[in-house]
């Protein structure tokens, strides 16, 4: 395997790792601030649809990408209000977000599944792109992966150097204290669970308006579920997030690596091994003890009523 090949593949990495980069950031502060959102699949085709749409019909990929994060907050404000407010099993409403993103996405989309439009142009940084080979893996993409580097920064940076990010783990950790002390317990998991919301919708219209570019129902393929996943194989760590999410993206396209290498393993299996981590970490995710060994949030998935504080 020389060189160019090892770069290649690099690069194709991270362009399959940015949706789950993207959708996974946004989980891990919903799960920071204790909500768990197994919505992530149901908002992502959403925002997917939603973004092309808009992409489709005025022709503007900024107004796509933006449609697609209302759309996704949209879609975690119907999850916020039934979970904050209605008191509804976090668990459950999760799943249903994702049965009725899954089914109206491919509703909304029906009129134009397979047309495809002109997607996000790559763009060469100066001088960076000019660097042997770490160019051709970092400093050749469109401008929604460079947007991926800019906001995992921001949040390494929001999350573990700023006050905002002492109140969302307060909040995550133990609601009940942060509430005593004067910390807007449901204000803040509002703006966590939307924040994951929008990620989600930019998530989507990553995959319809650069990774194909076109609409096809459930053209998303369970990256929401791998998503979820990623987060406790990353420990709930930014940094670890990033590194993950090319690491699915790389396995997502060892298949097509080994079949251009003349291996001879069935490309099927090769192609389900994200989806066979994911179940093993789902599995992880319902035991409590595991949570406790990889640092979840003490409160997550566990219900927080004010009303009860009085």
């Known amino acids: ?8 593949i690099l690069f194709a990495a991270i362009k399959t790792g940015t949706p789950l980069l993207f959708i996974a950031l946004g989980e891990v502060i919903c799960e920071k601030s204790g909500i768990l959102n197994l919505g992530q699949e149901g908002m992502m ?31 975690s404000l119907i999850f916020a209000v039934l979970v904050l407010q209605l008191g509804a099993n976090q668990v459950a409403t999760g799943l249903a977000l994702t049965i009725f993103g899954t089914g109206l996405s491919a509703f909304v989309g029906s009129g134009v599944v397979g047309q495809t439009i002109q997607g996000f142009a790559p763009i060469e940084i100066p001088l960076l792109s000019e660097i042997p080979y770490l160019s051709e893996i ?6 929604l992966v460079y947007l991926s580097f800019a906001i995992t920064i921001a949040l390494y940076f929001v999350v573990n150097k700023t006050r905002v990010g002492l109140t969302l783990k307060a909040v995550g950790e133990n609601p009940n204290a942060a ?6 317990v449901l204000q803040v998991r509002y703006l966590a669970i939307m924040f994951g919301g929008a990620m989600a919708g930019i998530s989507g219209a ?21 998503a979820l996943a990623l987060v406790v194989f990353a420990s709930w760590r930014i940094g670890r997030i990033m590194l993950g999410a090319y690491l ?6 060892m298949h097509l ?54």
């Open 248 to 253: 699915f993206g790389l396995a997502s396209i």
């Open 257 to 310: 690596v080994l079949q251009g290498l003349g291996w001879s393993i069935s490309p099927n299996l090769l192609a389900m091994l994200p989806y066979v981590a994911t179940v093993i970490v789902m599995v992880i995710i319902s035991a409590d003890h595991f949570k406790e060994k990889l640092l979840a949030p003490r409160s997550l998935g566990k219900p927080f009523d004010p009303r009860n504080m009085a």
């Open 138 to 143: 970092l400093f050749k993409h469109d401008i």
């Open 45 to 75: 085709l959403m925002g997917a649809v939603v973004g092309f749409l808009a992409a489709y019909t005025t022709g503007s990929m900024g107004l796509g990408v933006l449609a697609a994060m209302i759309m996704g907050s949209l879609m």
């Open 206 to 226: 990553y995959m319809s308006l650069v990774y194909t570019p076109m609409w096809v129902e459930n053209m998303t393929a369970g990256r929401g579920w791998i």
């Open 179 to 184: 509430n005593a002390i004067g910390i807007k």
């Open 1 to 8: 395997m020389d060189a160019d090949l090892i770069t290649q």
